[in-house]
């Protein structure tokens, strides 16, 4: 059952399609009011239809999250138009698919401003509000990728890494201050969104998310969970997350070489790229032809709808409790044989 007030104001950044989106739905459901932050015109607008369908209030704010100024500006008019801000959740992101070396500078920087500075953006406009109110709790949405780089994604598992570093800086400077803001880190797997048919591309097939892939709705669980239990410092989504940091952190440079063989073929299908495919990297791809994408991407026959990984992460004293009446009926077997024997 959730823990969570009612009728929260929540800000979720990236709101157009994708975890943005699915979240955005998620919160609804609650009937919290919800403030939808994109560059998409097209799909803003779409997702306000969402939350207003799903009982939830919206508001919509076109934004740029590399814009610093436009994103603490936007955060003013959310509370002068919908209340003080309880909750604020950082999802924008873009990319390019592409090796490092064709990856044009301004481009790399571009991912880096939006994918990295776009949440610290993002969180310095909601510590703006929420400090001197000593409450509320930011949400950053991260990745199996914010420990583990991958070839052909240099530019946002960069973003993703420094994220997680600037995630963990801050968290720390918090608990030192005895605020009682939060903020944790929601770390995600393959998650079927329309990222994969705009961002931009110079591999020669379409891109794909590795299997096994989540649908959004997922991530939108996982998120809306992390906004009401904000205590713990990250939770991870997917047993292929799980599995991945695991391998990370034991045996590194072995994964380098199994992603080395396996994750250029991995990361695409077996159908060329098209040659007009949208890019969003500069415009929003919805901005370009008008669009709504939606939370979805084309993945839909090969994504799941569950995460028993995400229910493990939200129930760690419920496992550590069974665990150890496991271990303590092993001890009391084993005591009853040993004295059986004497």
Known sequence: MSTSPDHRVVVVTGASAGIGRASAQQFAERGDTVALLARGEAGLEAARADVERLGGRAGVYPVDMSDWQAVDKAAAQIEEELGEIDVWVNVAFTSVFARFVDIEPDE?????????????????????????????????????LAYRGIPLQSAYCGSKHATQGFHEALRTELMHDGSRVRVTMVQMPAVNTPQFTWVLSRLPNKAQPVPPIYQPEVAGRAVTYAADHPGRREYWVGGSTAATLAANAIAPGILDRYLARTGFDSQQTPDPRPADQAANLWEPADGADGHDYGAHGVFDDQSTSRSLQLWASQHHGLLAAGAAAVLAGVAATARAAVHARS
Do not use: C, H, K
């Open 108 to 144: 790399f920087e571009r991912v880096t401003r939006v994918t990295y500075l776009g949440f610290v953006n993002g969180t310095r406009a909601a510590l703006r509000r929420m400090l001197p109110r000593d409450r509320g709790t930011i949400v950053q949405v991260g990745s199996a």
